[in-house]
């Protein structure tokens, strides 16, 4: 997926992984990435119909793209809406 996140940034857009194994994903470097803690995987943006879990970890994300980051910095984030 890192992959695919450099060759947009190549193209000038800006991007945003939200990663459920940072060990993992660091070792890729992304350009930018969230790690919402205690998610499960399939869950990358909270549970299904959980909206506002949804809509917190995207604006989140989205938060990301106007820090400046060290590619492999992963910001891990807490979501107390997701149990």
């Not at 190549?10 to 060990?23: A, K, Y």
């Amino acid at each position: 997926m890192v992959t695919v996140q450099r060759a947009i940034e190549s193209q000038g857009i800006p991007t945003v992984l939200i990663t459920l194994d940072p060990e993992q994903s660091g070792l890729m470097r992304p350009p930018r990435a969230i790690h919402p803690e205690g998610f499960r995987f399939g869950h990358s943006t909270g549970k299904p119909f959980d909206k506002e879990t949804q809509t917190a970890v995207v604006k989140a994300a989205l938060e990301q793209l106007v820090i400046k980051q060290e590619p492999g910095q992963i910001h891990s984030l807490q979501f107390p809406g997701y149990q």
